[in-house]
T-cell receptor, first 113, second 113 residues
Framework: DGGITQSPKYLFRKEGQNVTLSCEQNLNHDAMYWYRQDPGQGLRLIYYSQIVNDFQKGDIAEGYSVSREKKESFPLTVTSAQKNPTAFYLC????????????FGPGTRLTVL | GQQLNQSPQSMFIQEGEDVSMNCTSSSIFNTWLWYKQDPGEGPVLLIALYKAGELTSNGRLTAQFGITRKDSFLNISASIPSDVGIYFCAGHRSNFGNEKLTFGTGTRLTIIP
């Protein structure tokens, strides 16, 4: 069954700690994306990767880091430098990075206490 | 980053009513996508449009790619309780290169008992 998985569904961390969110896809897609969603708002792009070992900053990259060592995996680290990390984080993938439809994972809700 | 203008922001309707929402931009788009997001879940693709003037249906949902390429419309006929959620439009300005997907601000649909 092809798709995008994100784990965990809910994550709690203390302020000042780094935390890594997992995103895996078995769709053989080249491109992967991370978005942040705040209550009642749309999606804001954090980072994206069009190919393995390459990634670019999105609109709100400060305080976040990513890696793309494998085609199927695109983990996101929320660092202690992110001033307001509590949010719903969505991972997506598309066949290529140029104009292809993006498919989303189920999301991870991060709460920083 | 740019976001598409989506209206209305919220809708309160009775079961069985038809629903219309739209998405507009000051720029020309080559692809329009419509997603639905249930609470606490990732957006799910409903309809993809690739050609100006295109009209595409998916069950009770019908979406149109505006002739000017600066807007798109989504209609839901005979609404049912499972239609509740947030509907997002998204668009690509270019089908090539590293052009990112631009999202609308969302339309929240609520069905009044």
């Amino acid at each position: 069954d092809g798709g995008i998985t994100q784990s965990p569904k809910y994550l709690f961390r203390k302020e000042g700690q780094n935390v890594t969110l997992s995103c895996e896809q078995n769709l053989n897609h080249d491109a992967m994306y991370w978005y942040r969603q705040d209550p009642g708002q749309g999606l804001r792009l954090i980072y994206y990767s069009q190919i393995v070992n390459d990634f670019q900053k999105g609109d709100i990259a400060e305080g976040y880091s990513v890696s793309r060592e494998k085609k199927e995996s695109f983990p996101l680290t929320v660092t202690s430098a992110q001033k307001n990390p509590t949010a719903f984080y969505l991972c997506a993938s598309s066949r290529t990075g140029g104009g292809d439809t993006q498919y989303f994972g189920p999301g991870t809700r991060l709460t920083v206490l | 980053g740019q976001q598409l203008n989506q209206s209305p922001q919220s809708m309160f309707i009775q079961e069985g009513e038809d629903v219309s929402m739209n998405c507009t931009s000051s720029s020309i788009f080559n692809t329009w996508l419509w997603y639905k997001q249930d609470p606490g879940e990732g957006p799910v693709l409903l309809i993809a449009l690739y050609k100006a003037g295109e009209l595409t249906s998916n069950g009770r949902l019908t979406a149109q790619f505006g002739i000017t390429r600066k807007d798109s419309f989504l209609n839901i006929s005979a609404s049912i309780p499972s239609d509740v959620g947030i509907y997002f439009c998204a668009g690509h300005r270019s089908n090539f290169g590293n052009e990112k997907l631009t999202f609308g601000t969302g339309t929240r649909l609520t069905i009044i008992p």
